[in-house]
């Protein structure tokens, strides 16, 4: 009796059972191709100082160009490339592509712009992972125009992360930012002692921050944090004109990032655009180039 009743029920919850497992079995099936098949890249976005536009900095961005040539952004896949392992090796090659695309990058933007990569909480307190991570960026000689993002979650953490990792990441003369910062649960006295370079401020505070006087609130106050400890403090998911123009108009905030400014960018494709430069006209320009 009891079997006839929830009959439909089981095959129902099976059904949608089935579907979750097939969906997350093909798309682990798709990174396992896409990590062989090199389809991850690295993707830029400009850091600016907003008044000017001048460029100060670029974040390091994973993307996928899938087989069909469409961009799958980090939030389709990047639980399960964790929960598979895989995060790390497709950090690595985002590292590398950077990495090795460094002195073009230098040609074009100069040498006095600093680059952000992300890393994942677990990645953090990984050591050996940290340890690859550092001497990549060790191995381009510029390990001071790199920043790491960490999360308040990575930082918070006690332990490893503390008594080794840290020291690692300061030995190396890399900086630090405080990613997505306003969301997590890092106490004051931690800001305090982990002399941080950045915090840069979480989308969420910064979106319609015109219109929103307890944003405005939380603003001033991580401002006169980041004042009193001597960090710098920028905003990211900068979108419109009225949120830029509230931070020129009621803040010190001179740095940030947004679609206003600049959506990221496949690094090959950033680079074409900033010069599109043939080897052969370059030849013709430089002929003519007037002398100094
Ligand atoms: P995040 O580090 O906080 O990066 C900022 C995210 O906001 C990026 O999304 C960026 O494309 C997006 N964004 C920038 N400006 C705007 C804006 O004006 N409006 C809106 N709506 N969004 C904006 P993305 O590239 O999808 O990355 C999502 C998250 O994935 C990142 O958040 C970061 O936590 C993680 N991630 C990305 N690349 C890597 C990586 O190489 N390694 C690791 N471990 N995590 C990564
Ligand atoms: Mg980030
Ligand atoms: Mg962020
Ligand atoms: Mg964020």
């Known amino acids: 009796r009891a079997k006839t009743i929830s009959k439909g029920g089981v095959a129902f919850f099976n059904r949608q059972l089935g579907k979750k497992a097939m969906e997350k079995h093909v798309l682990e099936h798709e990174l ?7 389809a991850f890249h690295c993707a830029l976005q400009k850091k600016v100082d907003i008044r000017t536009g001048a460029i100060v900095g670029f974040e390091a961005l994973l993307r996928w160009v899938d087989r069909h040539g469409a961009v799958r952004l980090p939030g389709t896949f990047l639980p399960l ?8 090796d497709i950090s ?33 307190v990984n050591m050996q992972f940290m340890q690859g991570l550092v001497r990549r960026l060790r191995d381009t000689g510029r390990a001071g125009s790199f920043m790491l993002e960490l999360t308040e ?23 630090l930012s405080i990613d997505d910062f306003g969301t997590g649960y890092s106490s004051l006295s931690t800001i305090a002692d982990l002399t941080v370079d950045e915090l840069k401020i979480d989308r969420s505070l910064i979106s319609a ?17 980041g004042m009193a400890l001597g960090i710098s403090v920028v905003a990211e998911g900068i979108e419109t004109n009225e949120e ?4 020129m108009a009621q803040s010190e905030l001179r740095i940030g990032q947004g679609y206003l400014f ?30 100094e």
Not at 94 to 113: H, I, Q
Not at 209 to 225: C, F, K, M, V
Request: charged content about 20%.
């Open 244 to 247: 830029k123009l509230y931070l």
């Open 209 to 225: 921050i015109h219109t929103r006087p307890r944003n405005q609130s939380i603003l001033r106050a991580i401002e006169s944090l």
């Open 92 to 124: 690595n090659l985002v590292v590398s592509d950077l990495a090795r695309a460094l002195p073009r990058l230098d040609e074009v933007f100069g040498t006095s712009v600093h680059y952000s990569v992300n890393v994942s909480p677990i990645q953090a």
């Open 262 to 291: 600049h959506k990221p960018q496949l690094l090959g494709d950033l680079l074409k655009e900033a010069s599109p430069v043939t080897p052969d006209s370059s030849i013709i320009d430089g002929g003519s180039m007037p002398h």
């Open 32 to 38: 396992r191709d896409a990590l062989d098949s090199h």
């Open 81 to 88: 490339a964790n929960e598979l392992g895989l995060l790390n």
């Open 153 to 175: 979650e990575s930082l918070a953490a006690t332990g490893p992360f503390q008594s080794q990792v840290l020291p690692l990441l300061r030995d190396a003369g890399l900086r």
